[in-house]
Structure formats: structure tokens, C-alpha cells
């Protein structure tokens, strides 16, 4: 049975994010020697859009994210939020790569949320959350904490902030890792599949914070293999196979008339 989404149609920026956040992904191009993992791929996401990515392993989902956060240098094309380049800056009409401190100031725009959650397993939920503003000199440590409690309590984690992660689950991990990303006022918050290292039953729980950001305007590009949450969050979804973009549109576009043989074959096996 088809799910219903839930999304809404036309997304509603909050004043926040109203006019922020639009990502340009322009003609990029990766390899890692002589694989060719992403080949022209062009994709705008518009301020408080919701794209979902899908497509087989090793199709070049993830790279495409790491990509627009410069975790990856592109080998051409570029990438850009609200028409700034996250790793490069342009000079006599080319564009030349900035200094390492200059793009984790840049790069801070972007947030991403990795499938393996990537916490400091020596500081507790609360210090996970308030180092990156801290230690980039955003807030002082003080009103760092109090940001922090605010965005545990918003992820349902207010009473686990003195817990180190072996103390979570993983399901608890990951909204301790997206409320980390949300630390920093990203514009854009990219998902690498976020639920992926979680056991069926913590998936839900995950799966309501992004839906709560979603519904806030929050600009989210998610890489996800769970069909029915993506058809059901998404206003577009783009279907991405061998580096390339075969199928975009509306999930009822891609998921239900897929026009690309691939596409059709890989739906099929995941419905």
C-alpha cells in the first residue's frame, strides 16, 4: 500500500532559513585513480527543499555529499550554498582551493550526519554537542551549554546529556549526532544514511527528527535506502546510478513511473 506523505507540497521556509540554503551542484566530476564515481552530475536544491537520493551501492550517493560539504575535492565542476563555494574561491576566472581553516569556517554552513554517527566516544552527549561551537569561537562555553541542552531537548535527549555513547543506543547515537550538526546553524543538513547501522526498531525514532526538521524548512538532502520514508518526506527525489542522475522528479515521478530501465529494476527489488 502506498504510504502517505506527509510533506508538505510547497515547503514553508521558517524565518530562519528564509532565502538560505539553496545548493547548486554544477556538471561535478570524482574519481578515486581510474574509477570514475560521479560523471556530470548537476543537481539545485532550493532553500527548505527536501531531496531524497536513491539508487543502488556504489552509485556515487555518498560522494555526491561529501562533495558538497568539500569532505571531497571535485575533479570539475563545482559546488556551491547561496552562491558561495564551500572549498574554493574564484581568481582570474578559476578556481583555486582555500586554505584548510578557511574551509571548516566555510563548511560549517553545511552539516552532515554520517550512518556510523561519529561521536567522541570520550565526551558525553552534551560535550559532543558544544564542542564545535566552542572550539570554532562561535559562543562561549557557557551559553554553548545552554544552546546545547535546548537542541538535545528538541532531539528527546534532554536527560541523557552526562551520557557517553557506549551508554546510548544507536538510535540514541544518531539524535545526539544530528542535534551536534544542528549545533553549528547549518543552512543545508545532509543525511548519509542515517539510519542504516540502526536496528529496525530505533529507525522510527530517527526518522521523526528528520521529519520535524523537514516541516521546520530546514534545506535536508538525504541519501537513504528506506523507500517508503523517503517517498513520504521528499519533495523530489533523484534516482543516481554509475555516478550519474538518471531520474528526478516528484516521488510519485520516480517512485511510481520510473522512466529509466535501471531505475525500474532497482525499485522493483527494493519495494
Excluded: C
Amino acid at each position: 500500500m502506498t504510504s502517505v506523505r506527509l510533506r508538505r507540497e510547497t515547503p514553508v521556509p521558517t524565518a530562519r532559513h528564509e532565502g538560505l540554503g539553496q545548493v547548486v551542484v554544477e556538471n561535478v566530476w570524482k574519481s578515486y585513480g581510474q574509477t570514475l564515481v560521479l560523471r556530470g552530475v548537476s543537481l539545485t536544491v532550493d532553500p527548505g527543499e527536501v531531496v531524497g537520493i536513491i539508487g543502488p551501492s556504489g552509485s556515487g550517493k555518498s560522494t555526491l555529499l561529501r562533495t558538497i560539504n568539500h569532505l571531497e575535492t571535485v575533479d570539475r565542476g563545482s559546488v556551491t550554498v547561496d552562491g558561495t563555494y564551500i572549498g574554493y574561491e574564484r581568481k582570474g576566472g578559476r578556481l583555486h582551493e582555500l586554505p584548510e581553516r578557511d574551509v571548516l569556517k566555510r563548511r560549517t554552513e553545511v552539516g552532515l550526519v554520517f550512518q556510523n554517527f561519529n561521536l567522541f566516544p570520550h565526551l558525553t552527549a552534551l560535550q559532543n554537542v558544544t564542542e564545535a561551537p566552542v572550539d570554532l569561537g562561535r559562543v562561549a562555553k557557557t551559553q554553548a551549554r545552554i544552546e546545547a541542552l535546548q537542541l538535545l531537548e528538541r532531539v528527546g535527549l534532554a536527560d541523557h546529556a552526562g551520557h557517553y555513547p557506549r551508554q546510548l543506543s544507536g538510535g540514541e547515537q544518531q539524535r545526539v549526532a544530528i542535534a551536534r550538526a544542528l549545533a553549528l546553524h547549518p543552512k543545508v543538513l545532509l543525511f548519509d544514511e542515517p539510519t542504516s547501522a540502526l536496528d529496525p526498531e530505533l529507525v522510527g525514532e530517527v526518522e521523526d527528527v528528520i521529519r520535524d526538521l523537514a516541516h521546520e524548512g530546514t534545506t535536508l538532502i538525504i541519501v537513504t535506502h528506506e523507500i517508503g520514508f523517503v517517498r513520504e518526506i521528499s519533495d523530489r527525489i533523484v534516482f543516481l546510478d554509475h555516478g550519474e542522475v538518471l531520474e528526478e522528479g516528484t516521488p510519485e515521478q520516480v517512485l511510481d513511473h520510473p522512466r529509466h530501465h535501471r531505475a525500474q529494476e532497482f525499485i522493483a527489488k527494493v519495494r
